[in-house]
């Protein structure tokens, strides 16, 4: 499936940003999707997933109270809902759809949540955050 995320912007330090994430051609209720990042010089990171089966969400521990994922079947997308932005949010964001039913989330040695990159083979050209201090 063809990903777009949108959404993405210039935003003062404890500022919001609503990104979205959509499918033309395709319908984004058979995926479960997540939203990564990569900030410039770093590897993308995995910060949110929602699963398809049962709409359970699950968030990295630094997006977790900041960030809400959220899907819109009618409108067919899934939105990244975040605030209280600080600068280290600062990113280039993608979306990414996954045809099972789950999202694959492990937990790392320090106790938080990750997904691997190699999870996901769909993945939508990004959109640019940036957060100024």
């Known amino acids: 499936v063809q990903l777009q995320a949108s959404g993405g912007g210039l935003v003062q330090a404890g500022g919001s940003l609503r990104l979205s994430c959509a499918a033309p051609?395709?319908?984004?209720?058979?995926?479960?999707i997540a939203w990564f990042r990569q900030a410039p010089g770093k590897e993308r990171g995995w910060v949110s997933c929602?699963?398809?089966?049962?709409?359970?969400?699950y968030y990295k521990e630094s997006a977790k109270g900041r960030f809400t994922i959220s899907r819109d079947n009618a409108k067919n997308t899934v939105a990244l809902q975040m605030a209280y932005l600080k600068p280290e949010d600062t990113a280039v964001y993608y979306c990414a759809a996954d045809k099972r039913d789950l999202c694959r989330v492990v937990i790392t040695p320090d106790m938080d949540l990750d997904i691997r990159t190699e999870e996901y083979d769909s993945w939508g050209r990004g959109t640019l955050v940036t957060v100024s201090s």
């Open positions: 929602i699963n398809r089966a049962d709409g359970r969400t």
């Open positions: 051609g395709g319908t984004l209720e058979s995926y479960n």
